[in-house]
């Protein structure tokens, strides 16, 4: 009888350990415990015992069952209390909100300019924001009277060395890198001395390009520009050039979208003229590629610059430019 319920014992805590469900568990419940179960069969058994055993075995039978019920009440008594915790939910109930964030409209105008400019083969690079004279002013044509490079504008971190106040140091340290052709956009955050406004803030972003090779013209930037302005404003823009002045192009032009004067805003934007400035571009001056050491008589090229900013506030009506650093999540969370 000893064996009996030992192997009884072993095959049920055997089969519990397997048993993964509240049905499962009353299975085995009912194969051990139940009229027709195993200790039944045992009990069955103690008539043809001797006197003297009955009542040892009989013991070993009672505490069997006490052991197996309490097993299969303990394990049972899990399902249970889950399905009284699900009794109490109402599924008809709404979830919790799970708010999803949302993507900075500089991102998301960085992104697209930088998908529009990429269908058309050009590379993303980019250079240090700390930089050298060199890089920011001197390659670039910037003689040493310039304003530009008066303390009043930009960052000095110590001398000779500043924030940059444009990407272009990213097009003079390709050009040093890289032979010709070279057809990159350096996107990235510059910063000025500038006071804080609503339409100037002292950091903001900005892309531009370069495109060298033999036989670029003018003519080659317009229609670039142009097909670029289509693509991000929509095809029914209408665009203008108008000559310019940049120290590192020649000859420089900004380009101007007709923005129109429907409303007082659009006047005041535009100053009565409907038309708005987006960028500035120029053909590579020979004076820039002698500073990266490029035979200017050999390759041409041109350059365009623009804010990020700035189109992000045309794009989306955004009149003040602090709104962009505040992080204020009424207005971010508009973005998606």
Not at 205 to 233: P, R, S
Not at 305 to 324: N, P, Q, S, T, V
Request: with cysteine; net charge neutral.
């Amino acid at each position: 009888m000893k064996d009996q319920t030992k192997k009884i014992k072993k095959d049920f805590l055997e089969r519990l350990d397997n048993c993964s469900s509240y049905d499962g568990s009353q299975i085995i419940k009912n194969d051990y415990l139940g009229r027709k179960g195993k200790l039944s069969e045992l009990y069955s058994k103690l008539q043809s015992l001797p006197r003297s055993e009955k009542a040892y075995a009989g013991k070993q039978i009672n505490d069997i069952k006490i052991f197996l019920s309490q097993k299969i009440e303990s394990f049972t008594s899990s399902f249970t209390e889950k399905k009284s915790d699900l009794d109490k939910k109402d599924f008809t109930l709404p979830g919790d909100p799970h708010p999803l964030g949302s993507i900075h409209p500089i991102t998301l105008v960085s992104e697209q300019i930088k998908d529009i400019f990429s269908k058309l083969g050009f590379s993303l690079a980019y250079g240090p924001e700390v930089d050298t004279e060199f890089f920011n002013f001197d390659a670039l044509n910037i003689k040493d009277d310039h304003p530009a490079r008066d303390m009043q504008d930009t960052f000095y971190i110590e001398p000779g060395v500043v924030l940059r106040t444009h990407t272009s140091n990213t097009q003079i340290h390709t050009m040093l890198k890289k032979d010709p052709p070279i057809k990159i956009i350096a996107p990235g955050r510059v910063y000025r001395n500038e006071d804080i406004s609503v339409r100037s803030y002292c950091l903001f972003h900005q892309i531009e390009g370069l495109y060298i090779d033999k036989n670029v013209t003018f003519g080659d930037l317009k229609g670039l520009l142009n097909y670029f302005a289509k693509e991000f404003f929509g095809e029914n823009v209408k665009t203008r050039f108008r000559p310019s002045f940049f120290p590192f192009t020649e000859p420089s032009a900004e380009m101007d979208i007709y923005w129109g004067l429907e409303t007082e805003s659009d006047y005041r934007i535009t100053k009565g003229t409907g038309w708005l400035e987006i960028l500035g571009c120029g053909m590579v001056d020979p004076e820039v590629f002698k500073s990266v050491k490029i035979d200017s008589e050999k390759w041409t090229g041109y350059a365009f610059g623009m804010g990020i900013e700035r189109m992000a506030m045309l794009k989306y009506g955004i009149h003040d430019i602090r709104l962009f650093y505040e992080g204020d999540i009424r207005v971010l969370r508009q973005f998606r």
